[in-house]
């Protein structure tokens, strides 16, 4: 395509690519970004709730297994047979004494061994100082885990988890809390037989009570006290920095709550008064979340690749017709009138090669009708000048014979010449597109209508009905002469008898109406066809006569296609010529 010829180069392409491109990614980056922000909220949410979730299940654990030491621990001491080994105690000396120690000793021997995965050892403590039990030999009263709990003064609880010392004899080599219960005499509730001390390893309670706490949170339990019974890797020092907040949380019955970047969870241990906290990092979730985001951007940025793979050929194949219209123009511009652009997409630019070939084929027509009415314009002057004579040698031959018909007083001579000179003078006029009043007209044709009736007998009589104001309206010379004329040739001289012209000028708005109308013999159908088909005709025919054809060719020529001439006619009733001129101040 030449482009080159006006300095243009075929970015047209570049530019709607440029603009789809970027309309495609600015929605896949915004839609990206919403999406992203959108996921990785709902993820963050869901990562919520499954630890909160975790949380309240790994509450249900702590309990269930609180209340099965409790129970154990109830069974056991309300057992016949431990509580008839301790009542002896009391009572026994000597042999009696040891062997009922022995027999209690293995009784919580094969208790231990009931739960050897939970428990790691028991003992009793008797009135405060003896120690029933295989533990070694340190005063377990003595420490201070068992002084806190005696402070608090209840009947039954757990103390706070005990570092194991480095393998000292008779110790635990594995981190323990303990839970002490009153032994009640079953017999009598206000007798107090001892404390019995379940010694439980901490690491099996962990491992059965908070393994679904979730990797980002941070965990921590703390006692009816709250003192803390165990954390997660720094839940010391959040329970210390935000314990404002967690008791706050407590007093308000809330089980979680936000602050800042972190999320706040708490569940009471029922009927211990334990507490189970959870603390979740929001920007901990956010960075686990990355390979997400890394997904989410690779699938988007896959999605706009094949966005483009796909616009980029239909952009071209859009734009394709669009090309052939450009190039159809620039032939046309060239003056190729014949060119036609065949589009067949079923769209708007179908419809802009139909108007474009629509458009090229006006343009040729009207070309072709500027021709054709230029060839009109040099037949009209070559005709009339083939009508015209040397006017000169005319008009003095016509004064020799006035001159003659005055020596021998033939006036009627003498008024016949007159008036074919003054014929000769408005036709020697060689201009088609020369003017003349209504008035001089008029005057044309009175001197034709004089000859006339010389030559026939007075046989026609003209009639002229014509408004006052056009007399001195200029309309093209010699437009109604033909007319005249043709009705006395053709209508009335052919009957033989005395016919009557009406000439009828008026004006109606912006419009002046000017019928011709005769008494003569008229047109038969097919006649009337063939003169109307004649005076249409673009074509003159003929070389010797102004006739109507002249006429109307002239009156479309000069005024417009709808001022041309329309003849109405029935045989035996004479015949109408009507046309109209356009009423133009500038022309009086």
Known sequence: MNYERKGMIPIFNLKLLVIVWFAVIVTAVVSGMC?????????EEQEFEKVFSDIQVTAENIHSYVR???NFSIHMITSESLQKMLKDLDEAEGVKYFKTLRELRKQLKYY????????????????EQEIIGDIGKKNKTEEEWYQAYLKRNLRRGFSTVIEPESNLRGEYPVRNFHYIIDIMDINNSKNILGKLVLVLDYDFFISTTMFKTGRYATVLLTNQDNQLMTFTEGGKEE??????????????????VKSGQRYFMVQPIREQGWKLYGILNKEEISHNLNPVR???????????????????????KTTKPMKAIIQGMQEVSNGKLETRIEIRTKDELTVMADTFNLMVSDIRKLLQDSVESEKQENELRM???MAQINPHFICNTLNVIIYQAQKVKAQSIIDVTRAFINIIQVTINLDHMAEATILEEMKYIESYMLISRYRYDNIVEVNWEVDEELMDFKINRMLLYPIVENSMLHGIFPTGRK?????????????IYVCVKDNGQGFKAERLQEIRK?????????????GLQNVNLRLMLIYGNECGMKINSDEGKGCRTLFKIPYDKEKL
């Not at 061994?113 to 009135?127: C, F, G, N, P, Q």
């Not at 890394?294 to 071209?316: A, E, R």
């Not at 004649?534 to 102004?546: A, H, P, V, W």
């Open 35 to 43: 999406l992203s922000a959108y996921t990785v909220d709902k993820l």
């Open 68 to 70: 099965d030491i409790e």
């Open 112 to 127: 231990v061994a009931l739960r050897s995965s939970a428990i790691v050892d028991m003992y009793i403590v008797k009135d």
């Open 239 to 256: 329970a210390e920095k935000e314990a404002e907040l967690c008791q706050k949380m407590i007093e308000e019955g809330r089980s979680w």
């Open 294 to 316: 890394k997904v989410l951007g690779i699938l988007i940025t896959g999605c706009l690749l094949i966005s483009i793979l796909i616009f980029t050929p239909v952009i071209y």
């Open 383 to 385: 005709k009339l000048f």
């Open 499 to 511: 016919g009557k012209i009406g000439i009828t000028i008026k004006r109606k708005e912006s419009w």
């Open 534 to 546: 004649k005076i249409e005709s673009k074509k003159l025919e003929g070389r010797n006569s102004i």
